[in-house]
């Protein structure tokens, strides 16, 4: 059985209360076999709270890894409002999400920007989850294959071939985002298999590239999306709030 990646992205949700409850909840459920008994080599659980929660989600966290929706590439200075690597390092965190599309269109991360927080997070020995995707504009006139070569082209220019192959990589077409209308497990194949072979050309090869789907992932669309031979797991954003919602992805698929 390949090895799927479970990621969630809490986007601005989830208290300090909300966190130390969901994860009370997801201790009780990961006591349960049937995911406890592939958790490390066939399952991979992150999940990436706000700045403020992470401590509370590390407190409780188990086997989960918590990460970070975001980092600045500087190590410290004033960048007013900003967190550094090593502020993310000395809590706990080993992933971080970077060029998440609400943070390329809310607040305007240019590829330039992203590939200096890529470079920074890998040269620091994090893991980033590294996003990519196309507007439903984009994708009706065409441009979904070209958006990809943008952005992961640029996304990717200050880093080696080794480096490049640390990234796991994450599709979200935006249309599909909080819509509640998923791509379908052959559209967002295609996005991936075709992306696999672009990153392939820039790294060492195809086999060791991790890409997730990301959009409106459930339990009822999980086992299609999953199954599918390019996507190596989900990028979950409103599943993942619930311990249950976000295990019962994984349990639809197996
Ligand atoms: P939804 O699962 O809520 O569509 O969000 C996906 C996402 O943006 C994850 O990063």
């Known amino acids: 059985m390949k090895k799927i990646y479970l990621y969630g992205n809490w986007k601005m949700n989830m208290t300090c209360g909300e966190t130390k409850d969901f994860f009370a909840k997801m201790s009780r459920a990961l006591e349960d076999e049937s995911i406890s008994g592939h958790l490390g080599t066939e ?11 992470i401590a509370s989600a590390m407190a409780g966290k188990g086997r ?3 990460g970070a929706q975001n980092v600045y590439f500087e190590h410290k200075g004033a960048f007013t409002g900003e967190v550094s690597i090593p502020m993310l390092s000395e809590l706990g965190c080993t992933h971080v999400i970077i060029g998440h599309s609400e943070r390329r269109q809310i607040f305007k991360e240019s590829n330039e920007l992203l590939a200096s927080k890529l470079k920074a997070v890998l040269d620091a020995g994090l893991t980033p989850v590294f996003c990519y995707g196309e507007t439903l504009e984009e994708r009706e006139s065409g441009e979904t294959f070209n958006v990809f070569r943008e952005q992961l082209t640029q996304g990717l220019s200050k880093l080696s ?3 490049i192959e640390r990234i796991i990589f994450a599709y979200e077409p935006v249309w599909a985002i909080g819509t509640g209308k998923s791509a379908t497990s052959e559209e967002a194949e295609d996005a991936c298999k075709y992306s696999r072979e672009l990153i392939s050309k820039l790294s060492n090869g195809a086999e060791r590239i991790v890409i997730l789907y990301g959009g409106s992932v459930k339990p009822d669309n999980a086992k299609e999306l999953l199954s599918m031979p390019d996507i190596n797991g989900a990028l979950v954003g409103g599943a993942s709030l619930k311990a249950e919602s976000f295990l019962d992805i994984y349990k639809a698929y197996v």
Do not use: G, H, N, W
Request: net charge negative.
């Open 161 to 163: 071939k080794d480096e």
């Open 64 to 66: 989960v890894i918590v």
């Open 43 to 53: 399952l991979e659980i992150a999940v990436f709270p706000a700045y403020t929660s």
